[in-house]
């Protein structure tokens, strides 16, 4: 066997490159339709890339109901020719990748949620800031910030400028604080910052929003 090639097809599922494994996929059939190799020879390769895909698929995780990996094997037995087998391989390959990326957008979405949720409850008195949120949830910063734009068509950071504003209007709200107090608690060490985005956001200073929502 070549058993490189063979390595280079699992290295390549496993480092979810669809298109590197279907590329080697192809050149190992092409090698054994060209190679005038023994049936048994080709049927026993053939085994080697389906023991390569369930070993994947348990790797993975891949939930027995979507795809039971007994069904590979006794498919396998009624597979004509090599055509098929390729066609039919490539097949399971996709549905594999699919599955693997509907995974991951759940597991994402479930952080993000996460994620948000946390900024809400700690936006007060809290050092909130992209590094300090991923460090909590064991994520490097580049990685939470993808995800994020992904799920929220916002960047982190917009959305944190978007959640320290709105809880700052609730706190003018209540009346009780004073416009620098409250910079302070939503996270801005400049008072007069904070009334600068605050201004660009609502179109009125802090005050005025103050003012008039107490008029109403």
């Not at 597979?79 to 490539?90: H, K, P």
């Not at 996709?94 to 599955?99: D, G, T």
């Not at 800031?129 to 490097?140: G, H, P």
């Not at 939470?144 to 734009?149: A, G, N, Q, T, W």
Request: proline share 2%.
């Amino acid at each position: 066997y070549d058993h490189d090639l063979l390595d280079s097809f699992y290295n390549s599922l496993l480092n979810k490159d669809k298109t590197n494994a279907l590329y080697i996929l192809k050149n190992i059939i092409s090698s054994l339709k060209n190679g005038h190799f023994s049936y048994n020879h080709t049927i026993n390769y053939l085994y080697n890339i389906l023991a390569y895909i369930s070993d994947i698929m348990n790797k993975m995780k891949i939930n027995d109901s979507f795809f039971p990996i007994t069904d590979i094997y006794t498919h396998f037995n009624r597979v004509i020719n090599i055509n098929e087998f390729e066609s039919w391989i490539r097949g399971i390959i996709e549905q594999i990748f699919e599955y693997s990326n509907n995974q991951q957008n759940i597991r994402n979405k479930e952080i993000v949620d996460k994620v948000k949720a946390f900024i809400k409850e700690n936006i007060i008195n809290q050092d909130i800031s992209l590094n300090t949120v991923a460090d909590y949830f064991y994520l490097s910063p580049n990685y939470l910030s993808k995800i994020f734009k992904q799920e929220t068509n916002m960047s982190f950071i917009d959305y944190l400028v978007e959640t320290r504003l709105q809880v700052s209007k609730d706190l003018l709200l209540s009346g009780k604080l004073t416009v620098e107090e409250i910079a302070s608690l939503v996270g801005y060490s400049s008072p007069q910052y904070f009334i600068r985005k605050f201004k660009c956001r609502f179109g009125k200073t802090p005050k005025q929003y103050q003012i008039e929502s107490s008029i109403s």
